[in-house]
């Protein structure tokens, strides 16, 4: 079936520093949607992708739909302590509204 | 209410047993989704409604899993005779409208260990 691969799988980081994750596919989609879930809550979503080469930011929080529709990135920018938790990409599957997800990359901050 | 919310937050039950899950979405959401959410792993669509309507119900496990939203409001998900593998986070999401593609809401889920 359809996967989402994200990356990288964990991160440990310091206060203030600047993070980068991924994911990409082998197919392409119309959608990218990066989402946050903290331990105990159900995700939250952070930035919604629709159109390919669109670059949108929340915060200090940026991600890209990539041009070929089949990646995105999101980059957190001096992160802090409530940075900390799961995120996860997730995607429409054609004109199905179910999601698709990544498997998370897991975000812990030393302050 | 404001958020969606969902009851119990956690239920242990013994293998065998049916369990019922509540998800109330938000207040004149149309679209209502249920996930399950495996330990470290992204949830997994289980089904999705309409109003009332049952649109796609392709991610249920199996026959033992029943979803139902009679009024086109509150959701319930049952399970029947359930199995160690039935563990997990099951979540529960909603939306303003049918077009909506990917800006749910979600509830904080209700923990579900089989024992």
Redesign the interface.
């Known amino acids: 079936g359809q996967q989402l691969n994200q990356s990288p799988q964990s991160m440990f980081i310091q206060e203030g520093e600047d993070v980068s994750m991924n994911c990409t596919s082998s197919s392409i989609f119309n959608t990218w949607l990066w989402y946050k879930q903290d331990p105990g809550e159900g995700p939250v979503l952070l930035i919604a992708l629709y159109k390919a080469g669109e670059l949108t930011s929340n915060g200090r929080l940026t991600a890209q739909f990539g041009i070929t529709r089949k990646d995105s990135f999101l980059n957190i920018s001096a992160s802090i302590p409530s940075d900390v938790g799961i995120y996860f990409c997730a995607t429409n599957a054609g004109n199905n509204r179910k999601l698709i997800w990544g498997l998370g990359t897991s975000l812990a901050v030393n302050p | 209410g404001a958020g ?1 919310s969902q009851s119990p937050r956690y239920k242990v039950a013994k293998r065998g047993q049916d369990v019922a899950l509540r998800c109330d979405p938000i207040s004149g959401h149309v ?1 209502l ?1 249920w ?1 399950q959410q495996a330990l ?6 289980l089904t ?1 409604f309409q109003n009332e309507a049952q649109l ?1 119900k ?2 249920l496990p199996s026959d033992r899993f029943f979803a139902e939203r009679p009024e086109g409001s509150v959701s319930t998900l049952k399970i029947q005779r359930t199995q160690q593998e039935d563990s997990a986070v099951y ?1 529960c ?1 909603s939306s303003l409208t ?1 077009r ?10 209700t923990r579900l260990t089989v024992v």
């Open positions: 969606v679209s989704f996930y470290g792993q992204g949830p997994e669509f999705y796609d392709s991610g979540l999401a049918s909506t593609t990917g800006g749910y809401t979600f509830g904080s889920g």
